[in-house]
């Protein structure tokens, strides 16, 4: 048994990877590690563990300009392609409304569905003085200085407008003198804010589940509508009277120009692996709140957000 | 002795006939891919992270295929750093400073052996560090923040001085092309272009496996060209092979120490493995001082980079596992791979998930046996490669090279750059310009800049910040004395005085 | 003039492109204290000083070579280039025989040699790449792929 076990590994090992194997290719426009990959190794698994697809999907990282040169190459190279799916968030349109992927305009791909969101967090270290966002608002508005956000985004990226959208809505206008340092992800965001080195962290409640249970880290507010399920003894910004919300949609698009059918298969895939108890499990496991739109009704939702992106960076001053 | 116990079952469930077979296998591609140019540990991880899913392995077994792939790469790099000067990957870069000439002598076998244990003590020494202290090493990490980095990438860039044979202002020049060479791409505060020209290839910068390809392996095609492989180590009368005991006698305290500094290295999220062998290298030639001929085909010139890349490679597992902080490129893979095992590192991860954490921990005690055991054989073969003649060897070795680089992003622009890195590789070694001081430029160029950018928006642009703490003090302190040590010993020389170790000794 | 002098001038110059380049960058409103332009000016300074020095104070001149091996690396860096641009629309085997047996012509001049080092290369590696490593790799032009 064992050895045969071996012949077929050998087997396997020489002829591996050979592109036939895998049917479908998802495109993780960064590193390994970070949350689209994240998104396209979960749902990749999941769709080939579903027998949705024939074959394990394969996962690309394609990481350069903050998720621009995945968006330049589907949109160039890879129109037609129907067996692509590229990961996306909150981060992927908050760059196009700002114009960072240069001429690039999200209705060059279609968005074919999200299926979860990632809660924003604010958070401190055990130690902090802070104990509640009003605290934190009342030191910032006293002293804009004292306070030192780590987030995950480099300045005016999605981690640092969760702060601002927080000290706007608490009608503090004097938003540049709030400090912010961009490292390179949440989990270094939240080693600096526990080193003391900054007092607060931004990001996304995926990037603390480990240090929330740990007891090292003390959650002010989660930027949700309602508590998340499983962390309900977290209270949300909108409870403490911060009317905020901001939660980071995974989710995925696809070429442009994909029959409309082949869209559709696409939204019915990715609708089955959102109902699917393992999705459930690892969305728990990792901190995130249930959030499935998929098809054309993502399609529409998107298109609001990207609109409503635009009109608070250029509030807040990102974009001119 | 829950350590014990925990390890105990660790073993249990890493050690079966089958995951040995994945292992053997693992360790032999590993080091095939590591030896590649342009083929480092998170290629060699990345490609089979499908093959893991192909296969149907469980969690642990994923684990050890990929840890003995990991630490395969670790061990392959060093073998074409020794036998044709060009390393399989960027930790292994420091390794041909003295391996090369050591080959060049007659001498690849007893390189590739001292090196091949060396590594082996780097990587079990560290993983015996990471057992007995994890949970404790994570908090070193909180201790570093931006002014530390700067600090400490300071200090690196500070002790470069020592790598130029001659002129230390072409080791700095050096230095300064591979940190100009880094500001190329977007600026990662304001996400700004710099020195893009508009072309979106380089937005996202330079990529330093092009840039180390292209200066080390191609510019030594043009070396070929230019001398018909005259001055190699091709073709050089071997010595019988057997184990040169007396130099790993001699090598043991060097092993010993730069593990020290390796395993620190790794530990450090913002050092790496690179950093770790070049810290190694540079500390242990100030620690022996005059004595030595680092350079020059001294044994423990090799020893200690592979202790300290191996050890870092080691070190790095403790952030990546305790704080979900990848400290290298590599563990940045590994971390995908325990994600998509649905596992989240982090300061939970011993208590939640003991028998992954025990079964990855076993298996690279396991992986390091392994390769020990394979690499001493291997060496036989590996230094027949010394006896292919150039025509076919060279033509490989850039087929090779552009076949890995275009692997990268299957685009031809990075090709066309790597050959005008090849070039400039070329005209800097006849210009007598050390060419390690460019890609550690290029490595820790912009680390280095949002280190001290970041403590400048924390300390509101007052730059005393920088000396703010025990810690940063102490690199300044170490960092100003090993850029003046080389300026003030030159005025010495000639009068074989021992170095003094005060400033280069972060043992 | 020393090759040393010449190459620290071309250095002194470019430090001073750099530092040119630098004044370009756009900074944006929310930046930092220390901004995006501050650390490339170190760098072209430190770049600026190293040439100096080096035009103060030269090494020996280099050994260089004779015009002939200029001319075959002018011809390497030829192949070189054509290769990179052409083994995307020619495909690996055929690009790479050629970029091979090149190379290997220009090592030793042996056109048997050469010709029998390029095909054998170039199926070699393909296997190993594509089967044994599973990188996408094309064998003909993809056109004729399909």
Redesign the interface.
Known sequence: M?KL??LA??A????????S??ATECIAPA???GGW??TC??VG?LL?DLKLVDA?V??T?M????G??AY?HVVADMNTDADVIVAASSATTTRLAQK?F?DATADQVRWVGAIGADPGVIVVAKDSPFQNLGDMVAAIKADP?SV?FAGGS????FD?MKPLQVMKSAGFSDI?KV?????D?G??A???T?????QAMTGDM??I???I??G?VRVLAVLTEARVPGFEDIPTAREQGFDVVAVNWRGLYVPKGISDDQFNAWATKLQAVADSAEWK??MT??GLAPFTKVGTDFQGWVDGVIAETETLSREI??IQ | MDTLANLALGFSVALT??TL??AI?GCF?GTIIGALPGLGPSNGV??????A???GLDATQALVLLTSVYYGTMYGGRISSILLNIPGDEPAMMTTLDGYPMAKQGRAGDALVISGVASFMGSFLSTIGLVIMAPLLASI??????AEYFALYLLAFCTLGGVASKNQAKAALAACLGLGIAMIG?D????MPRFTGGN?HL??GIDFLVAIVGMFAISEVFIFIESHGRNSALGVTLGKISIPWKDLKNTFGTMMRSTGIGFVAGVL?GAGASLGSFMAYMAEKGYVGSSGYFGKGDPRGVAAPEAGNNAAAGGAMV?MLT????GS?TT??M??LL??L?I??????FKDHPDVVWGLIASMFIANVVLLIMNVPMVKLFVKVLLVPAWVLMPMVTMVSFVGIFSLTGSYFDMILMIFFGALGYLLRKLDVPTVPVILGILLGSEME?ALR?AM??S?GDWSYLFSSPIAIGLWVAAIGGFLAPLFLRGKLGKPIPVSDTTLDQD | MSSDRIFGLVVVMGALAFFAGALQIQT?????PVGPRVFPMLIAASALLCGLVLIAKPDAEPEWPALAAWGNMAIALVVLVSYALLIGPMGFLTSTALAAAGVSYLIEKNARTAALTGLGLSLVLFVIF???????LFAFPRAWMG
Not at chain 1, 154 to 157: C, I, M
Not at chain 2, 188 to 191: D, I
């Open positions: 064992t076990k071996m590994t050998t396997a090992l020489m002829l591996a990877g050979t592109t194997a895998f590193n390994a590690g990959d994240f190794r979960q698994k080939y394990p394969q996962v990282n990481a350069g300009a903050g621009g040169l330049a960072a240069g200085g030192a480099a300045a005016g990226g640092h540049t400090k912010y340092i961009g490292v992800g989990a270094d939240i080693t600096q526990i080193g003391g080195h900054t995926s990037e589940v480990g240090f249970k740990s090292d499990e690892t496991a990792n001053g990102v | 006939p089958y077979f994945l296998c591609l990345a490609i089979l992270i499908p093959l899913f192909a296969l990490a909180y201790l570093f923040g931006p977007l990662n505060s304001t996400g979106l937005s996202d999220p952030p704080l979900g902080v990848p490129g940045a893979v971390l995908a994600l998509t649905n989240t590192p982090g300061p939970l991860l949002d970041r928006v924390l509101d | 944006s409103f929310l930046s930092d594509k089967y044994g490593l599973g990188l996408g």
